[in-house]
Each structure stands twice: as structure tokens, then as C-alpha cells.
């Protein structure tokens, strides 16, 4: 009697959970990848024929460039968080223990803010009456107030304001991990400072360095709305072209092409990542 | 002169991250509308904002969404987990992929599939279909984090009371959930966080019935300066900075 | 042709001081260390072998002090300009790169040419009878493997002195009585210094040419393994290398130049002493439990001997390990009995009288001092 209610129990549990998730994940993202082989359709937003015209589309010139275009701000976005990411977390694991959870703590608390008033908060500091200006004029370092506002280094400005905690903290996950020991191993056999960092600590770091490139390029791809509030309207992200497409063309195939090549670049980092931590990760045994 | 360098540097990444907050919420009293220079102190635009209706049904609705969300996002979520943790199925690798899929996929790749799924199903956009996305979101983080925490248990615990003859609710009940609490707690503040913040898939996903508060923001933000965001602004972030210090609170407190 | 090594120094430390903030851990510290020396460090935790180990290599930078390497004073030099290479306890081998990468990698630092890096690691890897696994990754090989990848990649750079930082402690019993062999050969082969460093006295006493024996920052004793064990310059070394049993005997008067009539734990005996002693001195005399003879006594027996009983035996296989109690005092002493052609049975039962004796000029003869370590 008891086995069956527990049986029971586990059935429906099992049950619910994988209704949700086919209903809400599995069947959504398949959706998608049927309506990108579809053809654009403006009152309904897809019909048959069933074409690979989509795909073809980001390559060409006209359409291609836009979205190829929004990808390098995304990119130059992600190298700027390695760039500064990068030593800042090092910074870190050689600061006293002590402080270690407040400071990171304070970096994580941003995150907790709506990103949408912080990048308002963003704008209102690069305006042309800004705070930055004011102080860069009172120091004397400009002349006259640059414009910032409206450029895609403000929206690459944006992207890392907001990403940058995102790629810090895999990068500091790593970093820490590293064996000291074998820093001083390298030393032992002659390697100076540089050759030390080339050859040992980046490949042995690769897993996180690869790690928070995908918790940043993907997003800042996405995140259409650093775009409309810091670039204007001449300066697109891929997340712009997609909302444009499914919400203003109607021309849903091609936006979801440009979803589901998202997705592939998505699985190809991940893949990245798995191999890099294969590198390090040995899995065989002897003896 | 390392250490001061290094420290230099930590300061102003800090500075770069924080600027923008205190900025806004150094306006949300300044008397001066534009926020240029400082006019003196003032609760005015507090006062303009709980004057603002749509505003303040928007952040109204926001706060429910976000609260319903997290609640059914919290209960399957928690599910989910003790049954990856504690059951045999077949199909266990399939739920922790769709689990990764939501968590690694960006944001507006979830939010077109999501749209996609609501208009050929025909659920309209509004309350519904923003809940249902924002539960859907939330769930892969509910899950880590209970099934983080169950990994830390001793199996063992749960055979005992087994053999005592404990039925499965009962263990669910009197054993797995108290333990399991403090991460069941902070899986449900990190949702609601996470739903308060998204901009993206509500975005796609929700209509003029039930109007939210990034959505407004966003309207009133593009066409001029409205100063009562800022207020609105600080109100949020001050609530985010409560919810966060009473998530670290029960986790200390809990550290069992 | 008989090969002295050429003994002139190869490493010397003059005046070495190495401090963290209040904790001083060697001060003045002066060693000199031949060319071709198979030397080991020796002491317990925290006594600084460690340090001047790391000081050697230059891991660490010396508060005062000199270092000076094969002539040249390397004190203000950086690790990696040394020539000096270190067998980690950790092995620390690299685990992104293979064998092969790992045991090259100090050549490739020194730019030598591929073709001649090729030739050498290869060379260095068959030395350690590990060549097929060049292409393996550390993770594949057991940790015996490792320890000799380890040396490998140390050996094949040529370094003038090899390090070796308690290297053999991670592995089990029988593996690391290998290695001790393994190692001692390979020194000899190659003919470079070898400073090694252990809390180990079994491991030291196997392997070295010689000993310094460390405490708290201080050499207590520098000598061949011979001199270390049978002639402990004081208590601590004497306690610290194998086991020993120190008796209390004060003295009565000296006989003859060697010589010495002293009460030695309750009996009137000659023992040899080389110092000049004062009557009613006290001394301890030192005895190994290999050079402790056992008589057994009938129960009513009298002897002029120090009686005691035995209270444990065991048996070892080669030796009888017995423990006996003092009557006059209770004091244990700890015995080693040999079984050999004369004596193919020994065998002593629990609470037998035995008369305790020792064979003449044996005993070791020291000031007594106080026993704190």
C-alpha cells in the first residue's frame, strides 16, 4: 500500500516536471527551427514553402551585414571584459581571505538591480551634460564635452557595465584553482614572468577564460535594450534584429534563422569549453 | 607601489560599476529636474511617483509576476530536483539538458521561442503568458540550487527513515524539505530577482493587458527625462539590496 | 683510475638568514656543500630544511646573507636564472602538457634546438625506464611514474646540484625503498650534487654520502651516516636517528686515559669517555638497542650486572625486539637480539630476569644536558 503511493507521488512529480519542461522548452525551441525554414508570410508571420532562403540571408550582403555588423560591437565587448576581467580577478585571488566575500559581494550586487535603470543610470552619466563630461571638463582634459551618447562605443560601454561581473567571476574560479606549484616548477626550469603566463596559467585558466566568454559575447548579443537606450537608432545589436524582425517586418523566419544561428554559436562556445577542460581533465587509468 | 596600482585599479572598476547607481539615486532627491546640478534636496519626484497611476500599477503588476513566478518556479523547481536527486527514470540526461538549454540560451534566443510557442498556440499575450515564461526562466536556477544543497545530504538519512517505514510523502515532508530549506528559500529570492530584472523576454512575451514595469520604464526613458524613474529607480534598488541582505541572512543562519 | 670527485665546494651559504615578519627560521646560518655530494638535509617539521632548500633554489629570498653556486654569488638571482633544478614533493608536472612537453620544457626555456631536445629527452626518459610514455599525460601514470617523470625533467637540464624536496613521501613502503636505490644509482651515474631533504632518518641514513642533521635553524650534527648514527654528538640527534636508551651514570673516578669508573644506572662499571670528567659528574651513556646484551638471570640469581625483566618481546623476522624493565628504577630499555649461527634460538619469556650488559667501547658517552627539544 505504501509503494504505491509513493509510486504514485513519483509519477505525477516526474510527470509535471516533464510536461513543463517539453511544453515550455523542448516544443518552443523546435517551433523555431521549424519556422526558420519557412517562408515570411506578413499577415500570419510564416507559410509554406519550406526554404533555406533564411540562412542563405545572413550571408548576403544587404541583410548579412546588418547582422554581422552588431556581432563585432558583442565581440569587442567580451575582449574588453577578458581585458579588464582578467587581471582584476587575479587582483583578487591575491587579496587577503578576509576580504575576499565582501568584495565580491559587492561585485556581484549590481546584478540585483534591474539592468534597465542601471543602463538609464549609464546614459545619464555619458550624456553631453553628464557627470562624465563635467568632471573630464573641470579637470581640463577636454575642451568641450564629447558625445558618447548615440555611438556604439556607448553601447559597448553599456555591454561591459553590465557583463563585466559575469566574466570575472569564472575567471577568478579559475584563477584560484590554479597550483601555485607549478608556477614555481616553470620558474625551476628557467621560464621568466611571460613565458610562465603563456604557457601555464592561460591554458591552464582556458576553462574559465572560455567560460566567461560565453556568459558574455551570448548576452551581449541579446541585449537589445543597451542598444536602443545608448546607441539610437542607427546602432544595432543582433538582439535589435531579431526584435525588429519578429516584432516590426513580421518577417519571422529569417529572425528565427538569425535565433537559431545564435544557438549554434552558442553550442560551438560550450563545445569549446568542453574541450578545454579536457585538456586538463584527464579521465583515463592506469596501473 | 604594486600594491598601490593594484589597489588603484580595483577602485575604479568599483567606481565604474557603482557611478550610475549612485548617480541615479543621488537625482531620485535632487530638486533639479534634469539632474545637471544640484538644486537642493526633495522628495518631490517620490511624491510624483505614487501620483503616477500607470506607473505604479505597473510596478504593481511587475511585483506580482514576479512573486507568483517565483513561488510555481520554487515548487517545481524543488521538485524537479529531489526527483533528479532521489528517483530513477528514464529520461533524467533529457531534463538536465532542457535545464542547461534554458540556462545557457541568451535571453532573446528563450524570448522568440517562447513568442513563437504562445502565438501559434493561441494563448494571448498577457498575464498568462508572461507568467508562464518568467516561471520557465527561473526554474534551472531553482533547481542547482536545491539540488546543490541535496547533494550534501547523506543518503543514508533517507534509507533509515525508509526502512522505518516512512512513506515517500512523509520523507518529502518531516526530512527533505526542512533540510533542503535554506536553498529552497534563496532559489526563490534569486527568482524573483531574476524576474523583476527581466527586460528581454517580457518584452516579447507580454501584451498591453497587463502592462509591466520594464516596459514602461523603457517607453518613458526613450521619449525624455522623467524624473520619477529615478525615484522609481532607488525604490527598486533599495528592495533588491534588502532581498539580497535577507537571502545571505537565512543562508548564514542555516549553515548547518 | 680511481675517480675523487673533485671536492671543491659547489654550493656555499655564508651567514644565511631567512626571516618571516617575527619567526626566524635560520640565522647565520653556514654550510658548505661539495661537488658530486650525495647530501641530506635532515630534521623534524619546522626546522628549516625546507627553507634552505627553497633558499638554494630560489624560491625565497634571503634576509642576509650569501649564496653562492659553483663560484658565483646567486644571492640576488632569480629562480629561473639558476642553474639549479628541484624534484618536487607534489612533482608538480604539468597537467595541459605530455611527458615528452613536460621533461622538455627546461631545454625549450634554455633554447636549445629541437632536434637536440629530442635526443636528450628521450635519452633522459629511458634513464627512468619510462620512454613509451612520452606521449601520455600525467594524469595516466600511476605516482611512482610520476616521482621519476619529475626527476627526469629535472636531470635532463644538466643542472650543476638537483634538489629534492621530501620527494618520496607520497609513496607507499616498497616503492619508495625502489626509488632510495633508483636515486643513489642515478647520482652516481651522473655525477651531479644531490641535496635531499627528509624527516625520514631510514631514508637519510640509506641514501646519503652525508648528513646534516637541522633543529630549529641549527645544524646539530654534519657527518657521514656511520658517524651520525654510532657517534651522536648530543641527545638530539642521538633520539632523533633509530631508536636508542640512554642510562644515567655519575662518576666515580677516572681509571686510565680511555677510561672511566662510573655508577651506571645502579652498577659499578668501566665506561670508555674521551672528555676530561669531574667526580660525581653525570653523564648519559648512550646505547644503541643492537648493542645491548641480554643475560637471562635464574629468579634468585645475583649479579653485579643491572637487572631487569622483560616485559614485551617480538619477534621480527631477522631480530627479537625486547623490552625490559629496570629494577632499580623501571626504566624500559629497548633490546635487539640478531638471530644468527651461534644463537639460531633465542627466545626470552615475559617477566624473565636478565642481567643487562653491553659489549665494551660501544656506548656512546655524553654530557648530560637538558632534554628539552
Not at chain 1, 561585485?107 to 534597465?116: D, E, G, I, K
Request: net charge neutral; proline share 4%.
Amino acid at each position: 500500500m505504501m509503494k504505491m503511493t509513493t509510486n504514485k507521488f513519483q509519477k505525477i512529480t516526474v510527470g509535471i516536471i516533464f510536461a513543463w519542461l517539453i511544453f515550455f522548452v523542448f516544443a518552443p525551441n523546435f517551433l523555431v527551427f521549424i519556422v526558420s525554414f519557412l517562408s515570411k508570410d506578413v499577415s500570419n508571420f510564416y507559410a509554406l514553402p519550406f526554404t533555406f532562403e533564411n540562412y542563405a540571408r545572413l550571408f548576403e550582403p544587404l541583410y548579412g551585414t546588418v547582422v554581422w555588423n552588431s556581432l563585432y560591437m558583442s565581440v569587442i565587448a567580451t575582449v574588453l571584459c577578458l581585458v579588464i576581467g582578467y587581471p582584476f580577478a587575479f587582483i583578487m585571488t591575491k587579496i587577503n581571505e578576509k576580504y575576499r566575500p565582501f568584495l565580491m559581494f559587492l561585485l556581484v550586487l549590481p546584478f540585483w538591480t534591474n539592468s534597465l535603470i542601471r543602463i538609464y543610470g549609464m546614459k545619464v552619466f555619458l550624456g553631453v551634460k553628464g557627470i562624465l563630461n563635467e568632471v573630464l571638463l573641470s579637470l581640463g582634459l577636454i575642451n568641450e564635452p564629447i558625445r558618447i551618447l548615440n555611438t556604439e562605443v556607448a553601447v559597448i560601454i553599456g555591454l561591459v557595465y553590465l557583463l563585466l561581473p559575469f566574466m570575472i567571476l569564472p575567471l577568478y574560479s579559475a584563477i584560484e584553482k590554479l597550483d601555485l606549484r607549478l608556477l614555481e616548477a616553470a620558474k625551476d626550469l628557467g621560464a621568466n614572468a611571460f613565458q610562465r603566463f603563456v604557457r601555464i596559467i592561460i591554458p591552464l585558466t582556458m576553462p574559465g577564460i572560455v567560460s566567461g566568454c560565453l556568459l558574455v559575447l551570448l548576452p551581449a548579443m541579446g541585449m537589445f535594450y543597451v542598444a536602443d537606450l545608448l546607441g539610437g537608432a542607427k546602432v544595432l545589436l543582433v538582439g535589435n534584429v531579431i526584435k525588429s524582425e519578429f516584432l516590426v517586418s513580421r518577417n519571422w523566419p529569417f529572425g528565427a534563422a538569425i535565433s537559431i544561428g545564435l544557438t549554434i554559436l552558442m553550442a560551438l562556445l560550450i563545445f569549446v569549453y568542453y574541450k578545454a577542460n579536457k585538456l586538463l581533465n584527464k579521465k583515463v587509468e592506469l596501473e | 607601489m604594486n600594491r598601490m596600482l593594484r589597489n588603484f585599479f580595483m577602485f575604479v572598476v568599483y567606481a565604474y560599476l557603482y557611478i550610475p547607481i549612485f548617480i541615479l539615486v543621488g537625482n531620485s532627491f535632487n530638486g533639479d529636474r534634469y539632474g545637471l546640478s544640484w538644486k537642493g534636496f526633495s522628495w518631490n519626484w517620490y511624491e510624483r511617483l505614487f501620483n503616477n497611476d500607470t506607473l505604479i500599477q505597473a510596478a504593481v503588476h511587475s511585483v506580482v509576476i514576479a512573486f507568483v513566478g517565483a513561488t510555481l518556479a520554487t515548487i517545481i523547481g524543488s521538485l524537479t530536483a529531489i526527483a533528479l536527486y532521489r528517483y530513477k527514470f528514464r529520461g533524467k540526461q533529457a531534463v538536465s539538458g532542457m535545464l542547461f538549454v534554458v540556462m545557457m540560451s541568451p535571453d532573446i534566443v528563450m524570448a522568440v521561442s517562447l513568442l513563437a510557442l504562445f502565438m501559434i498556440v493561441g494563448i494571448s499575450l498577457g498575464f498568462w503568458s508572461l507568467l508562464l515564461a518568467h516561471v520557465t526562466f527561473c526554474l534551472p536556477y531553482v533547481v542547482v540550487s536545491v539540488f546543490s544543497r541535496l547533494k550534501g545530504f547523506d543518503i543514508r538519512m533517507l534509507e533509515a527513515a525508509r526502512d522505518l517505514g516512512a512513506s515517500e510523502i512523509t520523507i518529502l515532508r518531516k526530512i527533505i524539505l526542512p533540510l533542503a530549506l535554506p536553498a529552497i528559500v534563496s532559489g526563490w529570492l534569486l527568482s524573483f530577482t531574476l524576474s523583476l530584472d527581466d527586460v528581454v523576454v517580457s518584452s516579447f512575451v507580454s501584451g498591453a493587458s497587463y502592462e509591466i514595469l520594464p516596459l514602461k520604464i523603457y517607453s518613458l526613458v526613450k521619449t525624455g527625462v522623467t524624473p520619477e524613474v529615478n525615484a522609481l529607480a532607488t525604490i527598486m534598488i533599495v528592495l533588491s539590496l534588502v532581498l539580497v541582505m535577507v537571502g545571505q541572512l537565512i543562508g548564514r543562519k542555516h549553515k548547518a | 683510475m680511481e675517480q675523487t670527485s673533485q671536492t671543491k665546494p659547489i654550493v656555499e651559504l655564508r651567514s644565511l638568514r631567512k626571516a618571516y615578519g617575527d619567526n626566524t627560521i635560520i640565522n647565520d646560518f653556514n654550510l658548505t656543500i661539495n661537488n658530486g655530494e650525495f647530501i641530506t638535509i635532515l630534521g623534524p617539521s619546522g626546522c628549516g630544511k625546507t627553507t634552505v632548500l627553497r633558499l638554494i633554489a630560489g624560491f625565497e629570498e634571503a634576509n642576509g646573507g650569501q649564496i653562492i653556486l659553483d663560484g658565483e654569488d646567486v644571492t640576488n638571482i632569480p629562480a629561473e636564472q639558476r642553474h639549479v633544478n628541484t624534484v618536487f614533493q607534489s612533482y608538480a608536472l604539468f597537467p595541459h602538457m605530455t611527458i615528452f612537453d613536460n621533461v622538455a620544457f627546461g631545454l625549450r626555456m634554455q633554447k636549445v634546438p629541437e632536434s637536440e631536445i629530442k635526443t636528450r629527452v628521450l635519452e633522459a626518459l629511458r634513464m627512468v625506464q619510462l620512454e613509451e610514455m612520452a606521449d601520455r599525460k600525467p594524469a595516466q601514470l600511476s605516482g611512482g611514474q610520476q616521482q621519476r617523470i619529475a626527476i627526469a625533467r629535472a636531470v635532463v637540464n644538466k643542472p650543476k646540484v638537483l634538489l629534492l624536496d621530501e620527494s618520496l613521501s607520497a609513496l607507499d613502503y616498497k616503492l619508495r625503498k625502489q626509488m632510495q636505490n633508483e636515486l643513489k644509482s642515478l647520482q652516481r651515474q651522473l655525477g651531479i650534487t644531490f641535496i635531499f631533504v627528509t624527516h625520514d632518518q631510514e631514508e637519510a641514513l640509506t641514501m646519503s654520502d652525508r648528513i646534516i642533521v637541522l633543529r630549529k635553524g641549527n645544524i646539530e650534527q654534519d657527518g657521514s651516516p656511520r658517524e651520525i648514527y654510532e657517534e651522536p654528538r648530543n641527545l638530539f640527534v642521538a633520539k632523533f636517528i633509530g631508536e636508542i636508551n640512554i642510562f644515567e651514570a655519575t662518576v666515580i673516578e677516572r681509571i686510565d686515559e680511555q677510561r672511566v669508573r662510573a655508577n651506571v644506572e645502579g652498577r659499578i662499571c668501566d665506561i670508555y669517555v674521551a672528555q676530561p670528567v669531574q667526580p660525581n659528574q653525570k653523564l648519559k651513556v648512550l646505547l644503541r638497542p643492537e648493542d645491548v646484551l641480554l643475560e637471562e638471570l635464574d629468579e634468585n640469581e645475583k649479579s653485579s650486572a643491572i637487572i631487569g625483566h622483560i616485559r614485551e618481546r617480538n619477534y621480527k623476522g631477522m631480530t627479537l625486539e625486547s623490552t625490559v624493565e629496570l629494577e632499580h628504577n623501571g626504566k624500559m630499555v629497548l633490546v635487539s637480539e640478531f638471530f644468527n649461527e651461534d644463537d639460531p634460538n633465542i627466545d626470552h619469556s615475559l617477566d624473565q630476569k636478565v642481567a643487562v650488559t653491553w659489549i665494551e667501547k660501544w656506548e656512546v658517552v655524553l654530557n648530560d644536558e637538558n632534554d628539552n627539544q
